[in-house]
């Protein structure tokens, strides 16, 4: 899957992760973040960008996301590629 396609494909509801890239280019292989799921409750467009507000189940990561860090969760896993 496309960076494009996979950032387009998140809608409020969907349970997402941060993706495998954005993990890796900031040195985050430990801890609670790579772990993280979470489910999208709204999308805030800020200019070209658009945030996602995403329920966490925990108050120590942050809820504004960046689409374009997210990878959206099924049932049959991540989808990163």
């Known amino acids: 899957m496309t960076w494009t396609k996979r ?3 998140i809608n409020e509801g969907d349970q997402v992760a941060y993706s495998a890239a954005w993990l890796r280019s900031t040195g985050q292989y430990t801890g609670d973040v790579p772990f993280a799921r979470g489910v999208v409750k709204k999308l805030v467009p ?5 945030l996602a507000e995403v329920d966490w189940g925990n108050p120590d990561i942050p809820s ?7 990878s959206r969760v099924t ?3 991540i989808q990163d590629r």
């Open 75 to 77: 049932d049959k896993g």
């Open 46 to 50: 800020l200019g070209q960008t658009t």
């Open 7 to 9: 950032v387009q494909t």
């Open 64 to 70: 504004r996301v960046n689409v374009a860090n997210l």
